[in-house]
């Protein structure tokens, strides 16, 4: 972080990853040609968001001043950004947000309690399983058995084999960490990203690629002992006014099979 509080290195790494993901003919540009960059070059970012050379280079260098959010917003364009990758880079443009809160506000555990046929939990950025409901135990069993740092979504994907199903939700999970924008500023995020860059090489390379992707929706597919074989959507809601709290609801089709195996356990 600089004095202005702003961690220009990733912002030029940032910079620099997208960069070189837009084809020059994407963007209008002749491909041919001596080129040491399979994207475009710096000159060519400069042109499309209307800005100097010298001033592109300086923030790829991790030089200059903090820049504005309308020349974020210009580059993203430029960059071909999606829509979670440019909420990612205009959080530059302002003060790192305060570390979050470690404890959930009794509005949500008064919600977690009201949700009796609906398997939910509540996770911090981090991925730290901080508060669930007897429909959670149900399904994935009591978390209040493992120790506070063994329930975390992160920890239990890396912490053995990666294939299939389990690697593309790890690397969404990944996507979704380095999407809050809280790294490195954030003294939580940057200790589990720390502890899982040195722990696992999946972790080191996925946080390596710079993947931006905000989760709202995923499916979970899974057989039960009590409820059989569960096909899943899997929630990720914002609480308001909870901070950087998420809530995380697991539903079934209406009439479904899994909806039918949500119900079994709701009389377990």
């Known amino acids: 972080m600089d004095r202005v509080g702003m961690d220009r290195r990733e912002l030029a790494g940032f910079l620099r990853s997208r960069r070189d993901r837009v084809r020059p003919d994407e963007a209008g540009f002749a491909a041919g040609g001596r080129r040491q960059t399979p994207g475009l070059r710096r000159e060519e970012v400069a042109l499309l968001a209307g800005i100097s050379v010298d001033y592109y280079i300086r923030m790829e260098q991790g030089r200059g001043p903090r ?44 919600l977690l309690d009201r949700l009796d046929g609906v398997p939910a939990m509540v996770i911090n950025v981090c991925y730290d399983v901080l508060a669930w409901n007897r429909m959670l135990t149900a399904l994935i069993g009591d978390l209040a058995q493992a120790p506070p740092e063994r329930r975390n979504t992160l920890r239990w994907l890396f912490g053995g084999p990666l294939d299939g199903a389990k690697l593309e939700l790890a690397r969404r999970c990944v996507a979704d960490l380095r999407a809050s924008g809280r790294y490195p500023g954030d ?82």
């Open 187 to 268: 003294p939580a995020v940057r200790a589990i990203v720390a502890e899982l860059s040195a722990a696992s090489p999946e972790f080191a390379g996925m946080w390596a690629a710079r993947e931006i992707e905000v989760q709202r929706t995923i499916t979970k597919r899974a057989v039960h002992p009590v409820a059989g074989e569960l096909e899943l959507d899997c929630e990720i809601l914002p609480v308001p006014g909870g901070g950087e709290h998420r809530v995380v609801l697991y539903t079934a089709a209406p009439g479904s099979a899994s909806d039918r195996g949500l119900q079994k356990l709701r009389g377990t």
């Open 67 to 110: 820049p504005s959010a309308q020349v974020l917003a210009a580059l993203g364009r430029a960059l071909r950004l999606t829509g979670d990758e440019t909420g990612y880079l205009l959080g530059f443009a302002a003060p790192p947000p305060a570390p979050a809160a470690a404890e959930v506000p009794a509005n949500v555990l008064r």
